[in-house]
């Protein structure tokens, strides 16, 4: 069974640093793109960052751009989220999702929740003081 499971979260003072997991079992990432998002209360979900199936490519939301890092260790079946220097407003659930595709290049889709087929249950991010 297609499963996703993240892990790294918790609770961290602003400036802090997490890095968040995303590991696939009964399915190779190898061909799939994969996508993290985070929802927080009362808001919808957003996406944050996607990287391709190779990890050449990779993108990211506005906000997060030079404090986030996508990779991808598909030796390991897993795809990491490195968060530096976060903020309050960091906070909420984060989620991270799989789509296969083979692409060269992240889809210009690739930061929207609807283009994913498979999803994890989340681990809660929380960035307080």
């Known amino acids: 069974q297609l499963q996703l499971v993240e892990s790294g979260g918790g609770l961290v003072q602003p400036g802090g640093s997490l890095r968040l997991s995303c590991a696939a079992s009964?399915?190779?990432?190898?061909?799939?793109?994969i996508g993290w998002f985070r929802q927080a209360p009362g808001k919808e979900r957003e996406g944050v960052s996607c990287i391709n199936s190779s990890g050449g490519s990779t993108d990211y939301a506005d906000s997060v751009k030079g404090r986030f890092t996508i990779s991808r260790d598909n030796a390991k079946n897993t795809v990491y989220l490195q968060m530096n220097s976060l903020k309050p407003e960091d906070t909420g659930v984060y989620y991270c999702a799989a789509k296969r595709d083979l692409a060269n290049s992240v889809q210009p889709m690739c930061l929207h929740h609807f283009w994913y087929d498979w999803w994890g249950q989340g681990t809660q991010v929380t960035v307080s003081s």
């Open positions: 009964g399915f190779t990432l190898d061909y799939y793109s």
